[in-house]
């Protein structure tokens, strides 16, 4: 008879902190009202609900979006000193809070602060005649933090505080479906002080890492290690720059951000050609892929059931690893700092992370920091 592996051999592992995914991206940008038009008109999001003097809200407005299952809020301070005034000072509009989808916002703080967490917010139940919403919240890089939401027993639009935003402006969808990963530029030296601290507060494992000799061109160099949570619905690359010849776009990204934070934001969607047609027409920026990478393109990853020509024309990236293959395409910054930007991503079958494009890319990307005259 065969053995049996039981739990007594092989215990299993029990995540004390499961997430269900990302719930929203919040962003503090410098007027809410417009940025809210941008992602509408340009990117397909529909509006969803509003904060602000209207609902009791006299410091801040907030305008949320929605498209598929990818929520962003915008925030706006309406007058000076305070935090969030502080923020876009410091660091341009940006990503403040990666809010995570769990079942209990209390345990999931108790859980993080009593493995070495920071707390931004303690843990706070909002209710109102649809229902409470408990949210907590930890530091995490730089001044970004996480906020854990709670929401099973509510089923208001969005959370108590916010109304329906009604808006006869409507753009149609652009197929964008859910956040696939977030990564995060940090400091010299400073990936594996993250790279700690996603495995020790809160449970992520390391599921893959890149050295300079992977990621670097003739200039400029970084380095990068992929976290996971347990079930792979979060997953946060930490990169830090790494010395090359010239400046590495990860150190343009901390010098213009003014420290640490979110560099870029990867979108999912099931058809990237239609997605990326529509965003172009919208009038969505790429970075330009030399017309060099689409002639040895499919030696490397071989057969696609995409034609290449309009993954050509439009700029598109392939990659492929054990599991399947992937297409990529990465945005130009969304403000005027060289800051926070997109990345588009359709995945068939792989759950890496493009490094064969790395060279290609970079290479594209420093053509743009030398525009800038930061290389
Ligand atoms: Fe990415």
Redesign the pocket.
């Known amino acids: 008879m065969s053995s049996v592996l039981t739990s007594e051999v092989m215990p299993q592992t029990v995540d004390f902190l499961p997430l269900h995914g990302t719930d929203y991206v919040e962003f503090y940008v410098g007027n809410a009202k417009q940025a809210a038009h941008f992602y509408k008109t340009a990117f397909g999001f529909q509006s969803l609900a509003y904060a602000g003097p209207e609902t009791g809200v006299m410091d801040k407005v907030s305008y949320v979006i929605r498209q598929n299952k990818l929520t962003f809020v915008l925030t706006t301070p309406l007058k000076t000193n305070n935090a969030i005034a502080d923020h876009i000072y410091k660091h341009g509009d940006g990503v403040k809070v990666l809010a995570l989808m769990v079942d209990d916002a209390t345990d999931a703080w108790k859980q993080t602060t009593s493995r070495g967490a920071k707390t931004y917010l303690e843990p706070k139940e909002l209710s109102d005649n649809n229902g409470k919403v408990v949210l907590s919240g930890i530091h995490t890089y730089g001044d970004t933090v996480h906020l854990f939401v709670e929401r099973k027993n509510y089923n208001g639009i969005f959370m108590p505080g916010f109304k329906k935003w009604e808006s006869e402006y409507n753009p149609a969808s652009t197929g964008l479906l859910y956040v696939d990963?977030c990564?995060g530029n940090v400091g010299w030296n400073q990936m594996n002080v993250w790279v700690k601290f996603y495995e020790e507060v809160m449970g992520f494992k390391n599921i893959l890492s890149f050295d300079d000799k992977d990621i670097s061109t003739e200039y400029s160099a970084l380095m990068s290690k992929v976290m996971s949570n347990g079930n792979g619905y979060v997953k946060f690359?930490i990169n830090e720059p790494a010395e090359g010849k010239k400046k590495s776009q990860v150190e343009e990204f901390l010098d213009f951000y003014n420290g640490e934070g979110v560099q870029?934001v990867?979108i999912a969607t099931l058809d990237i050609v239609e997605t990326v047609t529509q965003l172009k027409e919208r009038g969505v920026e790429f970075l330009k892929i030399p017309s060099s990478y689409y002639e040895t393109v499919l030696d490397r990853v071989g057969k696609i059931d995409e034609d290449l020509q309009p993954l050509q024309d439009l700029g598109i990236l392939i990659d492929r690893d054990d599991e399947g293959y992937l297409l990529q395409i990465f945005s130009k910054p969304l403000e005027d700092r060289p800051t926070l930007f997109f990345?588009i991503i359709q995945r068939k079958g792989a759950k890496s992370?493009g490094k064969g494009n790395f060279k290609a890319l970079f290479e594209a990307l420093e053509r743009e920091q030398e525009l800038r005259g930061n290389l």
């Open positions: 990963h990564v690359p870029h990867a990345e992370f």
